[in-house]
């Protein structure tokens, strides 16, 4: 039996990849620790990328990554499975059955022990509770909800186009998910009217509801001033104050009675931690479901049990809900876990604010960066979508290393020549 440290990794998003990828490739290659990493899902997607996803710009056959190739190369182990329960006490983790798309099971209920359990389980849309929601809208969390979310796109596309009639579609949150979507939309119809397919862009009516004064709250204000006044430019409609209290088959019901009629209504507001989490009856918790952590990134009270990313809430001082902190928290507690398994104290989290990126299709793009920005106009919103660019770049650089993520980049680059630059099929 082998008396090697045993790590797990729950979720395989950008910190869970991450983390499980750099303590791999150096206690588990140098046979130190042994390190597994599950998830419910066979494949890792850079969320920032689910709304291309969504309307079909982006294939996403070509930028997800293997779990299980990772693994092979990266000296760590892969469970398929949802987190189904934690027993602190045996330090166990229960896996939940794997099953088929006809519901039928490939593989039962398994028990995985621990040494340290690293929890990276992410975030969902919060609908809070309004009536309609869950049963009415799209979300966009994962790589499933995207899929399903563009099926239904094309299918409205081609429906609208057939019946010469137009196609109302209305996202709910103006943070950078709904407001990136929305251009998405434009910029997939855009591209398809080159393949003869007929739909003009008056025929797409996108509506953005926001329940806050402003578009990209988290950004400055000019920033939200020149998006808006570049999404109306595209035809968008954009509706700030609207509080939406329900929604039902043809669209919103807002707070003054009102409606907006939709056909697709996508939810994008909002941030809950998973509903994982809940299986940690034991913790502290967040009001928003997240786990509790001390600056070392270890819950409140459990040493062995660590959270990162979304599902995590800095007790003393909370960081943003982005895939910078993720990768940031990643980072440091991955090159950290040597010396702490070696007894070592573990350096307390910091983190830094490097700028923020919002892109608009090829239409236009801002950043941030401390109190300054940029973008806007054709070069300088170039230069901000390209740093939106960078920032998958550099993930791919984590995950793969400089030589595959190089050839991943050059590969990328002949796929935009050979295939449609939108999906069609």
């Not at 996403?60 to 934690?86: E, M, T, Y």
């Not at 902190?325 to 090159?335: D, F, G, I, P, V």
């Not at 979508?385 to 400089?402: A, T």
Request: glycine share 10%; with cysteine.
């Amino acid at each position: 039996m082998s008396d090697r440290f045993r790590f797990v990794v729950v979720g395989g998003g950008i910190a869970g990849m991450e983390m499980a990828t750099y303590l791999g490739n150096t206690l588990g290659r140098s046979g130190q620790a042994d390190v597994t990493l599950i998830d419910s899902s066979f494949f890792h997607v850079w969320k920032p990328m689910l709304h291309e996803f969504a309307a079909g710009t982006i294939p996403n056959d070509r930028n997800r990554i293997s779990f299980l190739a990772q693994a092979s190369r990266k000296s760590f182990k892969f469970w398929p499975g949802a987190l189904a329960g934690v027993d602190r006490t045996a330090r166990t983790v229960a896996l939940a059955p794997l099953q088929d798309e006809d519901g039928d099971i490939l593989l039962e209920q398994r028990n995985l022990p621990y040494d340290a359990l690293i929890v990276s389980i992410g975030s969902r849309a919060n609908d809070f509770g309004i009536p309609g929601i869950a049963e009415h809208c799209r979300f966009i969390d994962n790589l499933t909800e995207a899929d399903g979310f563009n099926a239904d796109f094309r299918s409205l596309v081609l429906q609208a186009i057939g019946q010469s009639s137009s196609l109302q579609i209305a996202i709910v949150g103006g943070g950078a998910t709904g407001v990136e979507l929305a251009a998405e939309l434009h910029r997939a119809l855009d591209l398809s009217s080159s393949y003869g397919l007929g739909m003009d862009r008056a025929d797409l009516h996108v509506t953005l509801l926001e329940a806050g004064p402003r578009i990209l709250p988290a950004f400055p204000e000019a920033v939200s001033v020149e998006s808006r006044r570049q999404l109306e430019a595209l035809g968008i409609t954009v509706h700030t104050s609207a509080q939406v209290t329900g929604a039902d088959a043809d669209g919103f019901v807002l707070g003054d009675g009102s409606r907006v009629e939709a056909k697709l209504k996508v939810w994008a507001a909002g941030v809950k931690a998973s509903t994982a989490t809940a299986l940690f009856t034991d913790l502290e918790h967040s009001r928003a479901g997240q786990l509790k952590v001390r600056p070392t990134l270890q819950t409140t009270l459990d040493d062995r049990i660590f959270a990162l990313g979304d599902c995590s809430f800095i007790r003393d001082k909370p960081v943003p809900a982005t895939a910078q902190a993720a990768r940031q928290q990643a980072r440091h507690l991955s090159r950290q876990m040597k010396g702490w398994i070696a007894g070592k104290p573990i350096a307390p989290f910091r983190y830094r604010d490097r700028g923020a990126v919002v892109s608009l299709g090829d239409y236009n793009g801002w950043g941030t960066l401390g109190k300054y920005h940029f973008g806007g106009g054709p070069l300088r919103g170039l230069s901000a979508r390209l740093g939106h660019d960078m920032l998958y770049r550099q993930h791919q650089m984590e995950i793969y290393g400089p030589v595959r993520a190089l050839a991943a980049w050059g590969a990328d680059q002949l796929d935009e020549f050979v295939r449609p630059s939108v999906r069609l099929d």
